[in-house]
């Protein structure tokens, strides 16, 4: 009884986290969402650099003109491989609204590496207007906040089909088998085959754009995951070594008192 | 020793010379270094000392958190997000205090837990106990001011379901909403006063440990044995003996808090939350924090508004007069064949209702969550009253040294002659 107490109270309580927190997430989309293979899953997974240039290269052509991501910075390019010409280049296509000058005027300037990623849209009543009335959210952070993480965006990015029978879609709606309630205000962003034109000579299927851009997403929503799990392996292996030490200095110290407890 | 200094047995002269003047020293070592402590304690003594360390951790890390944060409604959830990107290692310092949360309610969950199992809230610990409610109220009241200041989906709409319910009080009811929405609907001025409460409350559980600590320290610690020590030859001094078996479990619960910040930060949060506030779109299902999930089943298992609010705050309220529910005088359930029992089913139905919490009000849900709450409160208010009336308690063991040593603690010598201190 004494050491089962322990032991059913530490399980008592997994099992409930466990049990608590998928039922708290228990998904609405329709579909059951199919699990992609990425490389960055798992605790020691970490981000493919090509698939992110490649990602990003998919985002900046095609979603950029819809979706802002305004939590970034071109800055942040570096960290998926960008070198500081190829960044600053990159910044420098942008015009950026800026002032007021001295004459207190806005006015527009190339981007700098420290400015954010330009929003397509002055604001949300602009990007509604242009978008049939629906809002495309800022993608800076939708792995983190979608049900299913990747997998989610992935299947949603390939999820497009005709409808089944007997669905009307509403005026301006396209039918997606994993998008809650299956009618989305997007068009099928990823439209054909050869969309982009990658440098490093990979084909541009479908498929393959959607997997590179759900991995540049995942990496915009968490960039320092990669970092993150390198840290936390070291500091659990520190733990577990001074755990080993101080539990033998507690038995060399316990041994001093004649009978140690069993409790 | 010149005259009104006190008589400090310090070596070190200047420890000495402030020891005299201000003998905290001497109190330390008082309190922390001979403090004489029951030689049997288990591991799950150890959840105090994790809990005080716990506040530490969410006080150092909300204070770093604040000096980045930003309380207003257009830039509270891209401060956050800022703190996680551009702040030097501030991803840490968030996932640190947002797993801190949960990892603060699991740790004194048990602490509280423990107390049921030995009967530690009985006499003479009734008012240490009392203490310990206030600080899972007060614990509570932060979680969830805390929870609205990142601004997501979750904050905004969990903070508009939780202070609607006190509109359910008669007369002020509505009027008290107003007072913490500071207006007319969950906004700004919500927002900043979470937030400035948010910092204080933390600061006000420190003190409540405070009395908590000296309340213990006055009656001394109880054990797995649930009987009062008799004399040394039961207690051991708390330093080193239990500054080490104290450090075995920090570290313990430091890997897996470890474990929860680095590989899986969000995985108790809900997704929802990354999506900024919009009181325009309400969220498929609103559900609260883990920790509050079998309140909130207690909440929704009465159908009508203002009663399911009174039950929940009676959940929490019954624990206050607990000491004076159960008569039984045997404190630890190892000698109360049914109460343990009866407890340990308390234990299951708790996480019963942690799970109807989580899942939509209607059908077998409701009524599951019906039952657990029954039996929830019928534990407290019929179960443990009844019990010491007809319960045969198992014969407690004459001293903790005699059941926890071999040859009885005779080494001590001491036994015989210890005067027994107790009742029970
Ligand atoms: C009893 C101790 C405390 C508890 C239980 C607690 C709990 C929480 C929780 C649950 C959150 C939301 C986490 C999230 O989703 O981001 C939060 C956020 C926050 N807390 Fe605390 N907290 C405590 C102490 C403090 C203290 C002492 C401070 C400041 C001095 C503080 C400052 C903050 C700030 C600025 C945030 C917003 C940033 C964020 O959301 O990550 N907290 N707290």
């Not at chain 1, 089909?161 to 990823?190: C, R, S």
């Not at chain 2, 000096?67 to 702040?87: C, G, K, L, Q």
Request: charged share 15%.
């Amino acid at each position: 009884m004494r050491v089962t107490t322990l032991k059913a109270a530490i399980l008592a309580a997994a099992l409930s986290l466990g049990l608590a927190s998928p039922a708290a997430r228990a998904a609405e989309s329709g579909a059951e969402i199919p699990n992609t293979k990425f490389s960055f899953d798992g605790p020691f997974g970490t981000f493919d650099r090509g698939e992110l240039q490649r990602g990003f290269q998919v985002y900046k052509e095609v979603c950029a003109a819809c979706h802002s991501m305004h939590l970034l910075s071109y800055r942040n390019l570096r960290d998926i491989g960008l070198s500081e010409a190829e960044v600053t280049a990159i910044a420098a296509s942008y015009q950026i609204p800026d002032g007021p000058n001295d004459n207190g005027e806005m006015f527009e300037r190339p981007g700098r590496p420290s400015d954010r990623f330009r929003r397509p849209f002055a604001n949300d009543a602009a990007a509604r207007a242009a978008n049939n009335g629906a809002l495309p959210p800022d993608l800076s952070v939708i792995v983190k906040a979608r049900q299913g993480g990747a997998d989610y965006i992935k299947a949603l990015l390939t999820g497009y089909e005709d409808p089944p029978e007997g669905v009307t879609l509403m005026e301006g709606m396209y039918y997606n088998k994993y998008f809650a309630g299956h009618q989305i205000a997007m068009a099928p962003p990823l439209t054909g085959d050869g969309q982009v034109q990658w440098g490093d000579g990979t084909a541009a299927t479908v498929d393959r754009m959607a997997h590179d851009l759900t991995a540049f997403l995942a990496w915009a929503s968490e960039p320092e995951s990669e970092t993150r799990r390198a840290m936390g392996v070291r500091i659990i292996l520190f733990l577990v070594v001074l755990g080993g030490l101080t539990y033998a200095v507690k038995r060399k110290i316990w041994a001093r008192v004649h009978g140690d407890p069993i409790t | 020793m010149a005259s009104g200094l006190h008589d400090s047995t310090i070596q070190n002269p200047v420890i000495r010379w402030i020891d005299q003047r201000l003998p905290v020293f001497t109190m330390m070592q008082k309190e922390y270094g001979s403090f004489p402590t029951p030689r049997n304690f288990n591991y799950l003594w150890n959840f105090g000392a994790l809990a005080l360390i716990n506040l530490v951790i969410m006080i150092v890390t909300g204070i770093f958190l604040a000096m980045n944060y930003t309380a207003h409604t257009s830039m509270a959830f891209d401060s956050v997000e800022r703190i996680m990107r551009d702040v030097n290692y501030g991803w840490l310092i968030r996932y640190v205090h947002m797993n801190g949360a949960s990892m603060f309610f699991i740790v004194v969950m048990v602490h509280i837990w423990r107390n049921l199992y030995y009967g530690s809230y009985k006499a003479p610990r009734e008012l240490l106990w009392i203490f310990g409610v206030v600080i899972f109220l007060l614990m509570m009241a932060t979680a969830f001011m805390g929870y609205v200041l990142p601004w997501g989906q979750m904050s905004f709409w969990g903070a508009t379901v939780i202070t609607n319910l006190f509109s359910a009080i008669p007369l002020v009811g509505d009027s008290i909403v107003t007072l913490l929405w500071g207006g007319f609907s969950v906004d700004n001025p919500t927002l900043n006063r979470f937030f400035s409460l948010h910092y204080l409350l933390p600061f006000v559980i420190a003190g409540v440990v405070f009395l908590h600590v000296a309340t213990l320290h006055i009656t001394g610690s109880n054990n797995p044995l649930g009987i009062e020590p008799k004399g040394p030859q039961d207690t051991l001094p708390f330093h080193p003996y239990y500054t080490a078996k104290d450090s075995v479990g920090i570290i313990a619960y430091f890997i897996v808090f470890a474990v929860l910040v680095f590989f899986t930060p969000n995985y108790l949060g809900h997704t929802d939350n990354y999506i900024p506030a919009n009181p325009l779109v309400t969220p498929a299902h609103i559900v609260p924090e883990w920790y509050f999930l079998p309140f909130y089943a207690i909440l929704r298992a009465v159908p009508d508004k203002l009663g399911g609010v009174l039950l929940m705050f009676g959940a929490i309220a019954v624990l206050f007069v607990l000491p004076w529910l159960d008569r039984s005088p045997v404190r630890s359930m190892r000698f109360r064949p049914i109460a343990k029992w009866a407890l340990m089913l308390w234990g299951i139905n708790f996480f019963v209702l942690m799970w109807a919490g989580a899942m939509p009000a209607e059908g077998i849900y409701v009524t599951i969550a019906r039952l657990s709450t029954a039996y929830y409160f019928a534990y407290f208010l019929v179960i443990l009253p009844l019990l010491a009336k007809i319960e045969r308690p198992l014969p407690l063991p004459e001293s903790i040294s005699h059941a926890v040593l071999r040859g009885g603690g005779r080494l001590h010598g001491a036994a015989a002659t210890a005067k027994p201190m107790e009742k029970a």
